[in-house]
C-alpha cells in the first residue's frame, strides 16, 4: 500500500522559516515528480514546487511565482523523502500543505494536480504577522 505521510508543519512568525518532509513508503518514487500543493478553506488546492530526475544525480525543479525564491523542493531517493524548505515565509502562505507523487515518468503539466497519483493527508503551517 503506497503512502505519503507530511511532517514538519507548525506555527512561525512572517520572515521565519520551516521545512516540510514528507516520507513515502509502499514503493519507490525515484524515478518519479514529485510535488507540493497547499489549500485553504478559500481557495482550491493550488501548486507549489516540484521536481523531477533528468539524470542520475541531476534534477529539475519548478515554482509558482509566489514561492520562487523563498521555497526550495528537493528529495533523498536513499530515504524516498521529499522535503520543501520554505523561508521568509509569509502570512499568505497559511495553508494545509500536501505532498504528491506521479506514476513513473510521467511527462505532462507538474503543476496540473490530476497528474499526480498519489497524496499524502496534509500538514497545517501557520504563519503569523
Known amino acids: 500500500q503506497v503512502q505519503l505521510v507530511e511532517s514538519g508543519g507548525g506555527l512561525v512568525q512572517a520572515g521565519g522559516s520551516l521545512r516540510l518532509s514528507c516520507v513515502a513508503s509502499?514503493?519507490?518514487?525515484?524515478?518519479?515528480?514529485m510535488g507540493w500543493f497547499r489549500q485553504t478553506p478559500e481557495k482550491e488546492r493550488e501548486f507549489v514546487a516540484a521536481?523531477?530526475?533528468?539524470?542520475?544525480?541531476?534534477?529539475?525543479?519548478y515554482y509558482t511565482d509566489s514561492v520562487r525564491g523563498r521555497f526550495t523542493i528537493s528529495r533523498d531517493n536513499a530515504k524516498n523523502t521529499l522535503y520543501l524548505q520554505m523561508n521568509s515565509q509569509q502570512p499568505d502562505d497559511t495553508a494545509v500543505y500536501y505532498c504528491?507523487?506521479?506514476?513513473?515518468?510521467?511527462?505532462?503539466?507538474?503543476?496540473?494536480?490530476?497528474?499526480?497519483?498519489?497524496w499524502g493527508r496534509g500538514t497545517q503551517v501557520t504563519v503569523s504577522s
Open positions: 504528491a507523487a506521479t506514476a513513473p515518468c510521467y511527462g505532462g503539466s507538474y503543476t496540473y494536480r490530476g497528474g499526480y497519483d498519489y
Open positions: 509502499g514503493r519507490t518514487f525515484s524515478n518519479s515528480p
Open positions: 521536481i523531477r530526475r533528468i539524470g542520475e544525480r541531476t534534477y529539475s525543479t
